[in-house]
């Protein structure tokens, strides 16, 4: 009998050709198309109507059959309440991680097993290999694309089951496979942001589930130069929307303003510490805590062995070393000064092109 795969099918080209190439090479492949937001669900910023329309006319188009599925309640519960409950926090949360862990990795393998899946595959950009009975998660071939700082809290479980079609191609030549092959959203636009906010202003959706608390704002120095409507609504490194203009400074003849940046929040006082100057030294640190770790592997990497690490998605690779390393909580020092370290971001850990795991950040540390 053909191995029967599970793929998950957003509507978008990269699940489409996913779905495509198993298909090609043989499976027994079904697709499953996930529904997990369904508050203000009117197809303005989150388009789930079309996004079905597009994976069933694909699934059409190869010759598959495809199941829609509704996780709106387990992602409201397993993902959505923490995303809240970090930025009430004053952190700063990356929901897209929780939802791969909990929900296309869980909610999403059980269903598929129930379908009699051997295996799950989605679109993500990564790749998968046993070692010596272990599975790694790896980088994909298009650096540009690669997902697996999303994919960085999955277990050997989760890897076990999972593959990853697209791990060893370049985007535009999944454009082109999905074009050569006649599907219909081979030039649709990718999704950006998180589906529940979408394209919609950010500070407008948070603002329906936490309250804004104004405050004032303040240089590390303790001076007073503006007010804020509620600490969950910046970021550390935020420059748009503070609502405070350029301090003019004069050095020969020549004069600028510099912008404003978050540098930090005081969470007792309700006070956001803003810093003049992208370089500024507050905005930069040259070690870390985080918490909550996570290890795909089940062991604990070595200290003060040369590591590469992002704190964000899009970040190029920072030499690194963890200093100092428990179950769940680990210290990491930077070969060069990281840029607006954020609490409640992730840092990921690679070796070469292996992805180790990562931890929740809890603060930029110096010194």
Known sequence: MKKRVVVGMSGGVDSSV?????????????????????????????????????????????????????FAKEYKDRVFSAFLEEYKAGRTPNPDILCNAEIKFKAFLDHAIELGADTIATGHYAKVREVDGLFQLLKAKDA????????????????????????????????????????CNFAKKDSTGICFIGERP???????????????????????????????????GQRQGLGIGGIQKKGGEASQHEPWFVSGKDMENNRLIVVQGHDHPALLSSRLAALDAHWISGNLPKTDHPYAAKTRYRQADAACRITQISDLRCFVSFGEPQWAVTPGQS?????????????????????
């Not at 198993?22 to 937001?37: A, C, E, F, S, T």
């Not at 329906?208 to 910046?234: A, I, K, N, Q």
């Open 347 to 367: 840092v990921v850990f690679y070796d070469g092109d292996v992805c180790l795991g990562g931890a929740i950040i809890e603060a930029g540390l110096n010194g």
């Open 144 to 183: 540009g694309k690669d997902q697996s700082y999303f994919l960085h809290r999955l277990n050997q479980s989760q890897l076990g089951r999972a593959m990853f079609p697209l791990g060893d191609l370049q985007k535009s030549d999944v454009r082109e496979i999905a074009r050569r092959n006649g599907l």
């Open 202 to 236: 950010f500070r407008e959706f948070l603002n329906r589930y936490l309250p804004m608390v104004p405050g004032e704002m303040y240089t590390p120095e303790g001076r007073l130069v503006g007010r804020h409507v509620g600490l969950s609504f910046y970021t550390i």
């Open 18 to 70: 996913a779905a495509l190439l198993l298909k090609q090479q043989g499976y027994d492949v079904i697709g499953l198309y996930m529904k997990n937001w369904e508050d203000d669900d009117d197809g303005e910023y989150c388009p789930s109507r079309q996004d079905l329309i597009d994976a069933v006319s694909v699934a059409d188009n190869i010759g598959i059959p495809i199941e829609a599925v509704n």
